[in-house]
């Protein structure tokens, strides 16, 4: 039995998808696990086993994990640092009392040492994992998603200008899709062990070399202002952002300007067999999305 969790989520839809369609397991073999199972009506009605699990409920948790031989550990999106440790660290002991064969789990590039301010959560999580008594496990270090662009880029294309701290840092974007197909594929294999691979699209960009793409592609002038961290921050309060969320926004900056996110990895082929998406194509399809703002 395959179990999903976060499956009400982006990435948890897509890598179910893939489990149905790409890899062809039967739906009754997947179970998918939300904090309520209600929203996984579509998923239901395919065949697929719908469960209520709440990752602050290490016993809720167990219960929702039984039967699962391998699990997909999608991280959490609470943004607080220290709050996706401690749901992550019950995931991982419920997942030792349900019995659970092989966990997968979605971590980020570089966790140790890492500006972004949920990185300790990551590093905590591998360690918790390094540190348990499951039989196996894999940690995929997903790069950031094409689709966060659809955050910053619509304001940016209003206004014209991108402010940003990241410097002429580089990251390796990758489609959301793409990181599902690579979740989906090394759930679906029936490789145990121990293994810590880095997911990445096929090329790095530096915020200018985005910019300037995103002009192309939409038709609007689009200029970087380059800023200090401090004051992306102090832009960003000034715009309203309460400061919590300002000072994690530009952490995101800060590590792209230490190289934390640059770096392309064979290793989503290694486990698809397929290239990564292109971002180019990407935001040519997506033009009008990346001028508007909406809920992606
Ligand atoms: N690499 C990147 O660029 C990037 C970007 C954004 C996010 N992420 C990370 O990748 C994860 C998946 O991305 P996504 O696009 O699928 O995000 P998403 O659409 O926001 O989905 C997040 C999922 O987390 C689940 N979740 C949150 N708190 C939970 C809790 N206490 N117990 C159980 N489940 C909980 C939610 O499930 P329910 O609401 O159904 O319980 C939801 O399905 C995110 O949660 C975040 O950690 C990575």
Redesign the pocket.
């Known amino acids: 039995m395959y179990l999903v969790?976060?499956?009400?989520?982006?990435?948890?839809?897509?890598t179910i998808n893939h489990l149905l369609t790409t890899y062809k397991i039967p739906a009754n073999k997947i179970i998918a696990?939300?904090?309520?199972a209600s929203?996984?009506a579509d998923l239901k009605a395919k065949g697929v086993h719908v469960r209520d699990?709440?990752?602050?409920d290490e016993a809720h948790?167990t219960k929702a994990f039984a039967g699962a031989t391998r699990l997909l550990l999608?991280?959490?999106?609470?943004m607080e640092p220290g709050q996706?440790i401690k749901?992550h660290v019950n995931a991982v002991r419920a997942a030792e009392k349900a019995g659970v064969g092989h966990v997968v789990y979605?971590s980020?590039p570089n966790p140790v040492g890492n500006a972004v301010l949920?990185a300790p959560d990551h590093e905590g999580t591998e360690k918790a994992l390094a540190d348990s008594k499951l039989g196996g496990w894999t940690v995929l270090r997903?790069?950031?998603?094409f689709?966060?662009l659809f955050f910053s880029m619509p304001q940016a294309l209003a206004s014209g200008t991108q402010y940003s701290a990241a410097a002429q840092g580089k990251t390796a974007?990758?489609a959301?899709d793409d990181?599902a197909r690579a979740a989906a594929a090394t759930l679906a294999s029936d490789k145990g062990g121990k293994a810590t691979h880095t997911l990445s699209g096929a090329k790095e960009y530096t915020i200018d070399e985005i910019a300037k793409l995103v002009s192309a592609a939409t038709g609007k002038p689009l200029n970087v202002v380059h800023v200090p961290v401090e004051g992306l921050v102090q832009g960003m309060i000034g715009a309203g952002l309460p400061e919590g969320m300002a000072r994690m926004f530009a952490s995101f900056d800060d590590a792209t300007a230490r190289g934390s996110l640059s770096g392309t990895s064979a290793d989503y082929k290694a486990i698809t067999g397929a290239e990564p998406q292109a971002l180019e194509p990407w935001l040519k399809a997506n033009a009008t999305a990346l001028s508007a703002p909406a809920a992606h």
């Open positions: 969790t976060g499956a009400s989520g982006h990435l948890g839809q897509a696990v939300s904090r309520d929203k996984l699990g709440n990752f602050d948790l999608i991280s959490t999106s609470a996706r749901q979605t980020m949920f997903n790069n950031w998603y689709e966060n974007f990758i959301r990181l």
